[in-house]
């Protein structure tokens, strides 16, 4: 990406509470100001990698299990297309708190996610990821910075994904942001989420931001209830298609208004050429939590 490092961080990839704890400091007084935890304001791209790891049948059996994917072959696999996140995110976690990273990880909204897979990935391959981000670009509320994650099988890139993260700030009533996403009733099964729903992603996923785990928590930083995570609406959405969908594909998504827990959402689909479009709403509200597309490549 423009302005990013050619020599990317060897990062440890662990996720967890840990991460969290280190997402949060730059956003509290004085400590903010410690070094290693100050925001040094020298920010010209960051890109992070981490040893390969071999995927293993038990974390992708957990993880379809609480997205709603059939469960793979234990031997063979294949892995559910946005499995492999799973290693994308603790990458963008380390370029948010990465001193040079110019604002804090605690307060970003993941707008937008898309996801490449040129191949299917299977039980017992061994797999390398890096990640990339750049200058950030100007979004109508704020500014967006794009992370890209490149997952490798040898040298071949077999999946990769760009994932785009707000950052509110001034309004700039110049900047565009366009989409080609469209609504799509809905049509298809409701999924009905219960209160632990976050809890149990955050345990196969990592992401253990407050937002998602408790009503308590998810009050002190502004929201009325706990929410689900992003990527698991995404996920859950793909797994209700997962059988109509090739295995060379990209699926685009974005994030509207967030799903509180506990709750209830509609799914819908339907052809478009190349692919399908695809939405969540609030079951029986005009509520949209997601636009998303699949495109065959």
């Known amino acids: 990406m423009t302005g990013a490092s050619t020599q ?10 840990a991460l ?20 040094t304001g020298a920010y010209a791209g960051l890109s992070v990698a981490r040893e390969p790891v071999t995927v293993e049948p038990g974390p992708v ?19 559910p297309l946005p499995y492999l996140h799973l290693l994308a995110f603790p990458l ?3 370029m948010m708190t990465d001193p040079a990273f110019p604002v804090p990880a605690m307060g970003m909204v993941h707008l937008e996610n898309s996801i490449t897979r040129h191949r299917a990935v299977g039980i017992g391959e061994t797999v390398s990821a890096s990640a990339s981000v750049g200058l950030p670009v100007p979004h109508p509320v704020g500014m967006a910075y794009r992370f890209t994650t490149e997952v490798r099988a040898g040298d071949a890139v077999v999946w990769e994904s ?8 001034r309004r700039d009533p110049d900047a565009v942001w366009p989409s080609e996403l469209v609504d799509v009733p809905p049509s298809g099964p409701v999924f009905t ?12 996923s990592g992401d253990y931001n407050p937002i998602h785990l408790t009503t308590v928590t998810a009050k002190a930083l502004g929201f009325p209830r706990h929410i689900a995570h992003g990527m698991w609406t995404l996920a859950r959405c793909v797994a209700a298609m997962d059988n109509r969908l090739p295995e060379a594909v ?6 509207k208004k967030p799903v509180l827990l506990p709750g209830a959402v509609a799914y819908g689909s339907r052809p478009v050429e190349g692919g399908y479009a695809f939405s969540l709403h609030k079951r ?8 998303g597309r699949t495109t065959a490549l």
């Open 250 to 255: 990209r699926v685009d998504v974005a994030f």
């Open 92 to 94: 963008h976690m380390a």
């Open 162 to 169: 760009a994932s785009t993260y707000l950052r509110r700030g």
């Open 284 to 291: 029986g509200s005009d509520a949209l939590h997601l636009l």
């Open 8 to 17: 990317p961080r060897l990062v440890s990839g662990d996720g967890g509470p």
């Open 61 to 79: 059996a957990a993880y379809a299990e609480v997205c709603g994917f059939t469960a793979a072959d234990p031997v063979a696999g294949p892995v």
């Open 193 to 204: 989420l219960r209160s632990d729903l976050g809890r149990r992603y955050a345990r196969v």
């Open 20 to 39: 969290l704890l280190r997402a949060a400091l730059p956003a509290i007084p004085v400590v903010n100001r410690l070094p290693g935890i100050r925001k």
